[in-house]
């Protein structure tokens, strides 16, 4: 029998064995056990000896930690965390991790990828040519020597400064939390968001949390140029959608890049996708080949480092650590 039990409380049946994520688990002699679809409509009846928890999208809050006094670790799939009551967790001595370091170059070329299809119009001169037709041709900059806007300087946004650099693009981000000397090693300037907004395109790049929900909404959206376009591959709630549809409407802007939904997935009939001068794809700019088996090794691991008592590569709630003690660990 092994000495830990982690529960995997939104698994999928098609989405099973997980085989990366048990392979790291049982380093930490750990079981990983997936709730059935079933059991997931009471999460609290089944996690009651649960040593960890990793997640998806369910909620994971004082409702399992009050049923579960074993818990020591929550693992979310992916960068955000916002369905995870992080801070709470702190109290019970739990400590929360995230993963940060997979997807960064996807989700960066898929920000800069919405930025050149909606620059050079690709889906409605392909819809075009298909049916024989021509298309207006404006409004279109030319790149080299316009100006991206970057909400959040982070790791992502930073692969995404590079990329657009290499097409001429001068490059400026909000981030008060950023350091300087980051940015400036960068090339890029650390300014106001009142003056990012007002670039030639913005890409929106902060994780989720009380603080950022609606960070983009009305007011931001006035500052943005008729012909800049804006482009979101960060967490739906960043952006009002709401405050974007209409600015649309209104021709506040040019158009935009949405990859990121609230709620999601996204619907058919949401009404962002009325517009033609949107681009939107299913919050699939994190995928590629090589960074889904990097995520479930990862989760796996950051479970299997904290059930050891090591230092897991991510921590969300810090302040924690005050009172777990978690050792460096032997191979990083």
Not at 203 to 216: F, K, Y
Not at 265 to 278: G, M, R
Request: aromatic share 6%; glycine share 6%; hydrophobic share 45%.
């Amino acid at each position: 029998m092994a000495k830990f039990k982690v529960y995997h409380i939104d698994s999928r049946p098609e989405r099973q064995p997980h085989v990366a994520e048990a392979a790291e688990l049982a380093k930490a002699d750990a079981e990983l056990i997936p709730l059935t679809l079933e059991q997931q409509e009471d999460i609290p009846a089944h996690v009651g000896d649960a040593d960890g928890i990793i997640c998806g999208y369910r909620q994971v809050g004082k409702d399992i930690f009050d049923v579960a006094p074993n818990l020591k670790v929550v693992v979310r799939y992916g960068i955000g965390f916002d369905n995870i009551d992080w801070q709470t967790a702190v109290d019970y001595d739990i400590v929360v991790c995230n993963i940060t370091d997979y997807c960064i170059n996807e989700v960066a070329t898929h920000a800069i990828s919405l930025l050149l299809a909606l620059n050079r119009k690709l889906i409605a001169h392909n819809d075009a040519a298909r049916a024989g037709e021509r298309v207006p041709l404006g409004p279109s900059g030319p790149l080299y020597g316009e100006t991206l806007g970057l909400v959040a300087f982070g790791h992502i946004a930073q692969q995404a400064a590079i990329r657009a650099q290499a097409f001429g693009l001068d490059v400026i981000a909000y981030d008060p939390y950023q350091d300087p000397a980051v940015a400036e090693a960068a090339g890029v300037r650390l300014t106001s968001l009142e003056e990012v907004m007002q670039a030639d395109y913005v890409s929106v790049h902060p994780p989720l949390s009380p603080e950022t929900r609606g960070i983009v909404g009305a007011e931001q959206l006035a500052l943005m140029k008729p012909s800049a376009y804006l482009i979101t591959t960060c967490r739906g709630g960043v952006v009002d959608e709401r405050a974007l549809y209409d600015a649309l409407k209104n021709g506040q802007l040019a158009g935009a890049g949405v990859d990121v939904w609230d709620p999601e997935p996204v619907h058919q009939d949401h009404p962002l996708l009325e517009f033609d001068n949107v681009i939107a794809t299913p919050h699939s700019a994190f995928y590629s080949d090589n960074s889904m088996p990097l995520l479930l090794q990862r989760v796996g691991e950051a479970a299997a480092d904290v059930l050891q008592g090591y230092m897991p590569r991510s921590v969300v709630n810090k302040a924690v650590l005050d009172k777990v003690s978690l050792a460096p660990h032997p191979d990083r």
